[in-house]
């Protein structure tokens, strides 16, 4: 399937990875809060858009098979 040497490769790079990853966000940190203030508000209202949409169909679906 894989070689020892693609799975030690794998692995390293994902450990390389998310320490860049936290690194980049602690970094980042405090200019986010200021540039993205509020934007849990989208968050929130694209997953209730994404709920009535899925609901609207499973309806469509039980009354209209």
């Known amino acids: 399937m894989f070689s020892k ?4 490769f794998a692995l390293v790079f994902f ?3 998310v320490i860049a990853m ?4 602690r970094k980042d940190k405090k200019v986010n809060k200021v540039f993205f ?5 989208i968050l ?3 997953v209730f858009v994404f709920f009535a949409l899925f609901a609207v ?3 469509k679906h ?3 098979p």
């Open 5 to 8: 040497g693609q799975l030690i």
């Open 15 to 17: 450990i390389g990875f």
């Open 22 to 25: 936290i690194w980049a966000f």
């Open 37 to 41: 203030k509020g934007s849990y508000k």
């Open 44 to 46: 929130l209202f694209s």
């Open 57 to 59: 169909v499973k309806l």
């Open 62 to 64: 039980l009354f209209f």
